[in-house]
């Protein structure tokens, strides 16, 4: 099924095609006037060196007319293998289509509401065949049954002719469209970004990317930027300062001679409180006991530091290199970049 953008938005029109594997574009002389366009046969030069494929309107009250506007088009320096005509679907309509399907020209039948008006300019040898599906069901109509129908009947009397869905409210139609077996379908950039979007794939690719994070990412390269380290001689209320400046719930607390002493957390600061009220605030952390810290080494992999936050159930651990204290590693770094 090919895949069109229905678009005269030259931004929407740029990030679509970057994507690189888009059959076409479709635009009306309505998209044009919305978005501004006073320079229509500029924009079709502009469009056409962009695009693969551009189909584009030729009107006329006639035949005759609708032929030379065609022509006219093509003068502009179009490439005829390139360019689809759209042609409003009428008794004059179609007999430009035959005129220039005769001429070796891509017409596109469009504004079709009707099985008939369908069959007519598949007869007339029309490249694409365009029914309005939108359109047609904000009125009421049945238009799948009406593009099922279209597609029938391509197959089954062999027309040389593309059934096109357009009119394309959601990415509901898109499904609609491939469950039918239509031939073409032209969609508005804000469906065409949808179609990839599922709750479920994002879910299970954010894991991928998380568990590869995991088997790739050494400790050292995802502690957060500063060495949150303070003297022995520093107090407790400084020591919350400075937890609140590096952003932890903890500081690693050394002796003068540079070797870690032990990890004062935010429960330490709870525990003691309790236990001795306020005084505690302006006693130094050398005053205070430890326990041997927990830490890791900086340069293994982030899965170890997860087994050993499992296995000493704590929020941090300290991350060393070569016995050196570096930094803390929390629990949250390994989720986050």
Do not use: W
Not at 194 to 220: A, H, P
Not at 251 to 278: A, N, P, W, Y
Not at 308 to 337: A, E, H, R, W, Y
């Amino acid at each position: 099924m090919e895949l069109y953008l229905d678009s005269a938005n030259m931004k929407e029109i740029e990030e679509g095609f970057k994507l690189g594997f888009l059959d076409g574009l479709t635009t009306t002389p309505t998209f044009m006037q919305k978005e501004g366009i006073t320079d229509i046969d500029g924009t079709i030069v502009k469009l056409s060196k962009i695009v693969p494929v551009l189909q584009i309107e030729a009107l006329g009250s006639n035949a005759d007319e609708i032929k030379r506007e065609a022509y006219r088009q093509l003068e502009l320096g179009l490439d005829p293998k390139k360019t689809v005509f759209k042609i409003p679907v009428s008794l004059e309509g179609v007999r430009a289509c035959k005129i220039l399907r005769n001429d070796g020209l891509l017409v596109n039948v469009h504004l079709v509401y009707t099985l008939q008006q369908a069959y007519m300019a598949m007869h007339a040898g029309a490249t694409y065949v365009c029914p309005l599906v939108g359109r047609l069901q904000d009125q009421g109509h049945d238009a799948l049954t009406l593009i099922e129908q279209c597609v029938d009947a391509v197959n089954y009397y062999n027309y040389d002719t593309k059934i096109m869905f357009s009119s394309v409210r959601h990415n509901e139609h898109v499904r609609n469209a491939i469950n039918i077996g239509v031939h073409t379908i032209t969609v508005p950039l804000k469906v065409l970004k949808s179609l990839t979007e599922n709750n479920f794939t994002q879910v299970g690719t954010e894991q991928f990317f998380r568990d590869t994070r995991m088997m790739m990412v050494k400790v050292k390269e995802a502690i957060r930027p500063g060495n949150p380290i303070v003297s022995s001689e520093t107090t407790v209320k400084d020591a919350i300062v400075k937890m609140t400046e590096y952003g932890f719930g903890t500081v690693i607390v050394t002796k003068g001679d540079g070797s870690v002493m032990g990890v004062f957390t935010d429960g330490d600061l709870r525990r003691h409180l309790q236990k001795d009220g306020e005084s505690i605030l302006n006693k130094k952390l050398k005053e205070l006991e430890y326990k041997a810290p927990i830490s890791i080494d900086a340069n293994v992999i982030l899965n170890e530091a997860a087994a050993l936050f499992k296995k000493s159930n704590v929020d941090t651990i300290m991350v060393t290199d070569g016995g050196k204290p570096i930094g803390m590693l929390d629990i949250q770094d390994l989720k986050n970049d």
